[in-house]
């Protein structure tokens, strides 16, 4: 992916964030503002019923206009045109507030209406405790003959409380933007460690190779004087040079392999390839050196629909690397086993040896990059965990699966389903 595309998603990524942080804020906001409407015409109704209650008590006419105003948010006057009685007042209230399921606590006062002087006040709640008086603000209020005012001081924390669901969903909103926006911190900082790694390895390897290169050449000129070819201690001298030359530089072209990897699988050429063909090719190839360690290759090409669209060239790279794994972890003298057979979905390869096995715990790590199975203080086996790596990395860009059974001590099995149909 390039990192072009990479900073579109990463801006997109954050607008999305953003979007969804805003939203849910609006959200919320008009949540609030709806429940306390709500509240507001509740409150209106059930002040509308009192004052009906107390005018129909008092034998009286209630005024055609500004029976309720509402001159702040938690402030309620009511006009009702005929004297108020507190006991029958405070009554009808809470009658009134039950019905109408109001139950936050309220405070309440009666104003002379000439003076604008409380004459008086109490503090209710639907529960008939009576609540310490609290300091009442006078209220300036026009064109009212007698009046009462009814008051809820905690009227706002009680609307957000009812709102406990919108709080839960902009909770859980909040949490996944904020696993989001670290999911990309991450990806980020990971895409940049295998930068520095892949240069790192790039570089570090192209170093090797000068050296490398210049021991093999003067290797071919020690071998090719005749001081060193009349000589048989030297002569082996030579050849064990050239042979580790070789060896290591084998190993340097693999580490640049995998460092590469990832461009190379862009770049396959796939081609129809009869994998019991490639299966005889690799077993002549392999058995002179397994006999020479009196081991044995079976194959076993059972598959009657062995043909595949493969990159012939990884296939066989793949399938050279479980055949290695197989010969370097064996007990004492390597057994291999390759067996080809059809399945519902397509040809299946197994390579089975009987080996040391894997222990569990090392399975799922098998195909990671650059992971060896651990053995102790023996150091027999040499190499750099890249090979399962790549033969994973080869079989997912195909759409093959590659899988793994094995039993510690007991040798191992690798399946490779080839999945020609969907």
């Given amino acids: 992916m390039s990192n072009r595309t990479i900073r579109i998603l990463l801006w997109l990524s954050a607008f999305a964030i953003a979007g969804l942080i805003t939203l849910q804020a609006y959200w919320v906001y008009q949540s609030y503002q709806i429940r306390k409407s709500q509240f507001h015409q509740t409150v209106m109704i059930a002040l509308r019923k009192t004052a009906e209650a107390i005018a129909k008590f008092n034998n009286s006419k209630l005024p055609n206009k500004n029976l309720i105003q509402h001159p702040?948010?938690?402030?309620?006057?009511?006009?009702?045109?005929?004297?108020?009685?507190?006991?029958?007042?405070?009554?009808?209230l809470l009658k009134e507030f039950e019905a109408h399921h109001i139950e936050q606590p309220f405070e309440y006062g009666i104003y002379d209406c000439a003076t604008n002087d409380l004459v008086y006040g109490n503090c209710c709640n639907l529960d008939d405790k009576v609540l310490p008086p609290s300091h009442r603000k006078r209220l300036d209020v026009k064109d009212l003959v007698y009046y009462f005012v009814v008051r809820f001081p905690k009227v706002t924390p009680v609307v957000l409380k009812d709102m406990w669901l919108s709080w839960a969903f902009?909770?859980?909103?909040?949490?996944?933007?904020?696993?989001?926006?670290?999911?990309?911190?991450?990806?980020?900082?990971?895409?940049?460690?295998?930068?520095?790694?892949?240069?790192?390895?790039?570089?570090?390897?192209h170093e090797f190779k000068t050296p490398i290169t210049?021991?093999?050449?003067?290797?071919?000129?020690?071998?090719?004087?005749?001081?060193?070819?009349?000589?048989?201690?030297?002569?082996?001298?030579?050849?064990?040079?050239?042979a580790q030359a070789k060896r290591l530089h084998d190993q340097v072209e693999k580490i640049l392999d995998a460092a590469r990897l990832p461009k190379k699988l862009h770049q396959l050429k796939p081609s129809t390839v009869d994998i019991n063909a490639v299966v005889k090719a690799l077993a002549e190839e392999w058995k002179p050196r397994i006999e020479r360690e009196r081991g044995q290759l079976y194959t076993h090409l059972y598959a009657q629909n062995a043909k595949v669209s493969a990159d012939k060239v990884h296939?066989?790279?793949?399938?050279?690397?479980l055949i290695d794994n197989a010969v370097k972890y064996k007990k004492d003298i390597p057994h291999v086993t390759i067996l080809t057979m059809d399945t519902p979905d397509g040809p299946r390869l197994v390579v089975e040896d009987r080996g040391i096995g894997i222990?569990?715990?090392?399975?799922?790590?098998?195909?990671?990059?650059?992971?060896?199975?651990?053995t102790g203080n023996v150091h027999n086996v040499k190499g750099f965990g890249l090979g399962?790596?790549?033969?994973?990395?080869?079989?997912?860009?195909?759409?093959?699966k590659i899988t793994v059974a094995s039993q510690k001590g007991r040798g191992s099995r690798f399946i490779i389903d080839f999945h020609t149909k969907h």
């Fill in 214 to 242: 210049a021991i093999s050449l003067a290797a071919q000129t020690l071998a090719g004087e005749s001081s060193i070819a009349s000589d048989p201690r030297l002569q082996r001298y030579v050849q064990l040079i050239s």
């Fill in 359 to 374: 222990d569990e715990k090392d399975r799922n790590k098998l195909f990671q990059r650059f992971y060896r199975i651990s």
């Fill in 72 to 92: 702040a948010n938690n402030y309620y006057v009511v006009n009702i045109n005929s004297p108020i009685d507190p006991t029958v007042l405070e009554y009808y």
């Fill in 315 to 321: 296939l066989i790279n793949m399938l050279n690397t």
């Fill in 170 to 205: 902009s909770g859980i909103v909040i949490l996944v933007s904020f696993f989001l926006a670290y999911s990309i911190y991450i990806i980020l900082r990971q895409k940049r460690y295998s930068e520095v790694q892949r240069d790192f390895i790039n570089n570090l390897t």
């Fill in 388 to 400: 399962l790596y790549y033969a994973a990395q080869i079989a997912k860009a195909h759409g093959w």
